[in-house]
């Protein structure tokens, strides 16, 4: 059973019990109506209780009649009841992690809830209020953010290092680095934000952008955020040399997708004896490189190097599932694009470089069509990629290497979608500094539960597992015949107990 809530055309909310029975929805019982906030918290506050009350029934068995009694009319004895499940589980892990030294409660409070119910600030708030009977008031949370931006970023990227590198036996060789953006909502730019190359598809607004370094297996290490329209290969290596000079590493081996490769990026690399791999676009070598490329016969799983100046190698692959994919989201976005060109859709602000668009071509002055022989030209490509190296290890391990920067793809993917760290509300640089704190230190909290839930042997994912926990509640109440005080965990579902097993937690 749990609670619903129904937005009702009149604009007022009624809050309901259901429960599942085949996958169906069934009304278990009508709580009320609320026409505002304070209204729907009270009926939200009653909902827990009624809920608890029918959970318990039948549930527990205590040595006094009276007891029993007291069980049967529970709504009206209840002093107390909490989601508890979130705290119980991901409460454990922040303090594992380390995150407890920050002593301040409201700092635990905003990164667990940036897992399980992520918003803005305001809504933050609300669901602290609603959910834990914590009541903070907004400008109190917006001070305290000063707070963490000014003196706990370090300490608390410093945390999470320390935490990664236990978990790699003390050793960190590899590190993977990439960037995104993030847009606002406000339209108005200042120094940080910035209208710039999104990759969001938000163009129109003013952005951050945002760079995350990473150990293997996507565990965050340190981010900076840069102004928003800061070109990605400038990016890279302020961050690798702060990180290297914080920890006092010697030798990283950085890996990098072909947004950062640049000239001077390989030569600055190269200058400060960094080790590196980076992608490749092969198809911006030279003409003779390229002929000699696509001259060849490739088979699945085939590659072939070719030495470059001062110890850097460029390798290509060939994978005849990447060659399926390539022709297959080609023919994807080329049926859209005709769809565009016959509606009259496109101009000629639409002939650029992003996406699809590449296969645009202006004729005369107003007519756009589609390049037919650049997207013949383009399948020649269809399997091969390319990486960048001045390592010495095999091409094999290269490429395996290279491989694991999908977990960082899938930390920005999280943190946008998950974690919801987009759009920001925030303006002042600080605040938004404090903000992405947060997010980094609950993203680490998300990657721990993972790491465990994978180590448990629990075939759940950690969205799953946040969902499980959030239908466990705490009841505190008191036994009117032995005067004894009781907190009881709900957890009467296979899966809820099973999570608690899982972590040690008693029930």
């Not at 947004?259 to 960094?274: D, F, K, P, Q, V």
């Not at 000629?348 to 004729?363: C, D, E, P, S, W």
Request: proline share 2%.
């Amino acid at each position: 059973m749990f609670i619903r809530k129904k937005r009702n055309k009149s604009g007022s909310t009624s809050v309901h019990i259901v429960r599942k029975v085949e996958g169906r929805q069934v009304h278990v019982l009508s709580i009320g109506t609320a026409d505002n906030e304070e209204e729907l918290v009270k009926l939200e506050q009653e909902a827990l209780v009624k809920l608890s009350s029918l959970q318990l029934q039948n549930s527990f068995e205590f040595g006094y009649a009276e007891d029993q009694a007291f069980i049967k009319n529970l709504q009206s004895s209840i002093d107390r009841i909490e989601v508890s499940g979130v705290e119980l589980i991901l409460g454990k892990l922040f303090s594992e992690i380390g995150f407890n030294q920050i002593k301040e409660p409201l700092f635990r409070h905003l990164v667990l809830s940036r897992i399980c119910y992520p918003g803005s600030k305001l809504k933050t708030v609300e669901y602290l209020m609603r959910h834990h009977q914590l009541f903070y008031e907004i400008d109190a949370v917006y001070r305290y953010l000063d707070k963490v931006n000014s003196k706990y970023k370090e300490l608390l990227q410093d945390i999470s290092y320390q935490h990664t590198l236990r978990l790699f036996e003390g050793q960190i060789s590899v590190v993977f680095y990439d960037v995104t953006t993030l847009y606002f909502e406000a339209s108005d730019e200042d120094d940080l934000r910035k209208i710039g190359f999104s990759k969001d598809g938000k163009s129109q607004n003013p952005q951050i952008v945002l760079g995350l370094l990473a150990s293997t297996e996507g565990y965050p290490l340190a981010f900076e955020m840069f102004e928003g329209n800061k070109f990605e290969g400038q990016t890279m290596l302020p961050i690798i040399e702060k990180f290297k000079a914080r920890y006092d590493i010697q030798q990283i081996v950085i890996i990098a997708d072909a947004g950062l490769l640049s000239h001077e990026n390989i030569e600055a690399l190269c200058r400060l004896h960094y080790k590196f791999i980076l992608g490749a676009r092969i198809k911006n070598e030279p003409k003779s490189l390229q002929q000699q490329l696509l001259a060849c016969t490739w088979h699945n799983g085939q590659t072939h190097t070719i030495n470059k100046a001062d110890g850097v190698r460029l390798i290509v692959s060939y994978s005849e599932a990447r060659a399926y994919n390539d022709n297959k989201n080609r023919e994807r976005g080329l049926r859209r694009l005709e769809k565009s060109v016959q509606r009259g859709k496109l101009t000629k602000k639409h002939i650029n470089n992003r996406g699809y668009n590449k296969y645009l071509q202006l004729n005369g002055e107003v007519a756009v069509s589609i390049d037919y022989e650049k997207i013949h030209r383009d399948k020649k490509w269809d399997g091969l990629k390319g990486y960048i190296t001045n390592t010495e290890m095999t091409p094999t391990d290269v490429i395996n290497n290279y491989k694991q920067l999908w977990h960082i793809e899938k930390a920005f993917r999280i943190s946008k979608t998950d974690l919801r760290i987009r759009p920001i509300y925030h303006r002042l640089a600080h605040r938004i500094q404090a903000h992405l704190i947060i997010a980094f230190c609950s993203y680490k909290l998300y990657k721990e539960l993972e790491r465990q839930l994978k180590e448990k042997k629990l075939t759940l994912s950690a969205e799953k597992a946040v969902a499980i926990m959030q239908s466990i509640f705490t009841v505190n109440t008191k036994l009117p015949a032995s005067g004894k005080s009781i907190k009881l965990i709900m957890a009467k579902t296979d899966e809820q107990q099973q999570l608690l097993n899982a972590f040690n937690i008693n029930f």
